[in-house]
């Protein structure tokens, strides 16, 4: 079983709708949760990042996450041209960051 | 503020060769890491440095050695490439183990 499972996508969406990205993960120990933003070529940045159970909004981004169902989300409201790229669901667990494969997500005008 | 660097940018090896890729980080970070992206696998961890003096293996460390210079840099070497080591590296930095890692822009390893 892999550590974090993403749903690879693509996933489309139209402007201004909401993206909806979902990650799982294995350990029960785990105990931070991220999200990166990679396009094509370039190298991951961070969009957020959240520690305990609940929403954490910022801007247009809000991250979820459910400990006791093992499950990260990250909600992106009017979603925008720019928006389009891979995002990535990072679990760090005893000093570890696993990384899931991605969702790919594009963002039709 | 440079942040993360990397260098080279790409690099095309033959089979057994060596090369040695440098990471440079100038944030105070106590803490760096290096990653490679494979498609469809996702980025793993290689080494890590929790702190200067320290390195630790992660998830695919085999035909890879590291040095941690001092706070600064951190290198990754590889003894005799091989073609499974045809990858994007990833160099990364944090203030400590289980903060964000802000990573550099990455090395286009070629091996043939």
Same mark, same amino acid.
Request: aromatic share 12%; net charge positive.
């Given at each position: 079983?892999?550590?974090?499972? !993403?749903? $690879? =996508?693509?996933?489309?969406?139209?402007?201004?709708? *909401?993206? @909806?990205?979902?990650?799982?993960?294995?350990? %029960?120990?785990?105990?931070?949760?991220?999200?990166?933003? !990679?396009? $094509? =070529?370039?190298?991951?940045?961070?969009?957020?990042? *959240?520690? @305990?159970?609940?929403?954490?909004?910022?801007? %247009?981004?809000?991250?979820?996450?459910?400990?006791?169902? !093992?499950?990260?989300?990250?909600?992106?409201?009017?979603?925008?041209?720019?928006? @389009?790229?891979?995002?990535?669901?990072?679990?760090?667990?005893?000093?570890?960051?696993?990384?899931?494969?991605?969702?790919?997500?594009?963002?039709?005008? | 503020?440079?942040?993360?660097?990397?260098?080279?940018?790409?690099?095309?090896?033959?089979?057994?060769?060596?090369?040695?890729?440098?990471?440079?980080?100038?944030?105070?970070?106590?803490?760096?890491?290096?990653?490679?992206?494979?498609?469809?696998?996702?980025?793993?961890?290689?080494?890590?440095?929790?702190?200067?003096?320290?390195?630790?293996?992660?998830?695919?460390?085999?035909?890879?050695?590291?040095?941690?210079?001092?706070?600064?840099?951190?290198?990754?070497?590889?003894?005799?490439?091989?073609?499974?080591?045809?990858?994007?590296?990833?160099?990364?930095?944090?203030?400590?183990?289980?903060?964000?890692?802000?990573?550099?822009?990455?090395?286009?390893?070629?091996?043939?």
């Amino acid at each position: 079983q892999k550590e974090v499972e !993403q749903n $690879s =996508g693509p996933l489309s969406v139209p402007e201004g709708a *909401i993206a @909806s990205l979902n990650c799982t993960y294995s350990d %029960r120990g785990s105990q931070s949760f991220f999200w990166y933003r !990679q396009y $094509s =070529g370039k190298s991951p940045e961070l969009i957020m990042f *959240i520690y @305990s159970n609940g929403d954490k909004e910022d801007g %247009r981004f809000t991250a979820q996450l459910n400990k006791a169902s !093992q499950y990260v989300s990250l909600l992106i409201r009017d979603s925008q041209p720019s928006d @389009s790229a891979t995002y990535l669901c990072a679990v760090n667990r005893n000093s570890n960051l696993f990384f899931g494969t991605g969702t790919r997500l594009t963002v039709i005008p | 503020n440079a942040g993360v660097t990397q260098t080279p940018k790409f690099q095309v090896l033959k089979t057994g060769q060596s090369m040695t890729l440098q990471c440079a980080q100038d944030m105070n970070h106590n803490s760096m890491y290096w990653y490679r992206q494979d498609p469809g696998m996702g980025l793993r961890l290689i080494y890590y440095s929790a702190s200067e003096g320290t390195t630790d293996k992660g998830e695919v460390p085999n035909g890879y050695n590291v040095s941690r210079l001092n706070k600064r840099e951190f290198s990754l070497r590889l003894e005799s490439a091989a073609p499974s080591q045809t990858s994007v590296y990833f160099c990364a930095s944090s203030v400590s183990i289980r903060e964000t890692q802000y990573f550099g822009p990455g090395t286009r390893l070629l091996v043939l």
